[in-house]
Every structure is written in structure tokens, then in C-alpha cells.
């Protein structure tokens, strides 16, 4: 069973960045996609980016895309989110998640993941 340990996230002004990383402990994750998802108080859990597990093909939603850049270092079986240009809204936990299946594609859907850090808390005040 692989653990994931987010790290990176913190307090920033609107318009600031933020560099969350993910790290795998236990095994390797280099074979699987990896999503980051994040939650805010009283909401839903969503879907922000995924990578392949080449890192070829990525996926952002709507409200990340040209903010955001999702990249992996698989020899350091790392992943990253880059997140610049950060708004209020972009505040909440934000967590990193496995995907174990044979997809090839990203999937949004939190369903899809099987394994799930601790998360790390992103607060952009205004």
C-alpha cells in the first residue's frame, strides 16, 4: 500500500504562488496517474489537475487552467502542482491521489483514485 504525504501549502496573498509537492512512501507510484484534488469548507470535493503516469498527457478543470501546472519527477517519485496567480477561491485542502487502474487517461472523478494523502491546507486571502 503506497502512503502519500502532500507538503507546500500555506498562507499567500491573491495573486501569489504556491508549489504543493506529493510524495510516495512505501513503493513506487511512478506506474500510476496521479490526481490533486482539493476541498473547501462546506463543499464538495473536486477534481483541480492530473498527470499521466508518463507525464505526457495532463488535465486541469476550468478554474485552474493557465494558472496551474501539474508536473511528476518519477525518479524521485514525486509529483507537483504549481499554482500561480492564486485567487480567494482557490482556498481549501488539497489532496494528492493514486490512480491504480489500467486507465490511460486522467479521470476528474474522485472515484477513481484509490489511494489518498493526508492533504495540505491552501489559504489565499484577498
Known amino acids: 500500500q503506497v502512503q502519500l504525504v502532500e507538503s507546500g501549502g500555506g498562507l499567500v496573498q491573491a495573486g501569489g504562488s504556491l508549489r504543493l509537492s506529493c510524495a510516495a512512501a512505501?513503493?513506487?507510484?511512478?506506474?500510476?496517474?496521479i490526481g490533486w484534488f482539493r476541498q473547501a469548507p462546506g463543499k464538495e470535493r473536486e477534481f483541480v489537475a492530473g498527470?499521466?503516469?508518463?507525464?505526457?498527457?495532463?488535465r486541469y478543470a476550468d478554474s485552474v487552467k493557465g494558472r496551474f501546472t501539474i508536473s511528476r519527477d518519477n525518479s524521485k517519485n514525486m509529483v507537483y502542482l504549481q499554482m500561480n496567480s492564486l485567487k480567494p477561491d482557490d482556498t481549501g485542502v488539497y489532496y494528492c491521489?493514486?490512480?491504480?487502474?489500467?486507465?490511460?487517461?486522467?479521470?476528474?472523478?474522485?472515484?477513481?483514485?484509490?489511494?489518498w494523502g493526508q492533504g495540505t491546507q491552501v489559504t489565499v486571502s484577498s
Open positions: 498527470i499521466t503516469w508518463s507525464g505526457i498527457t495532463t
Open positions: 491521489a493514486t490512480d491504480e487502474s489500467t486507465r490511460r487517461l486522467v479521470t476528474a472523478t474522485p472515484k477513481g483514485y484509490d489511494y
Open positions: 512505501g513503493r513506487t507510484f511512478t506506474s500510476y496517474n
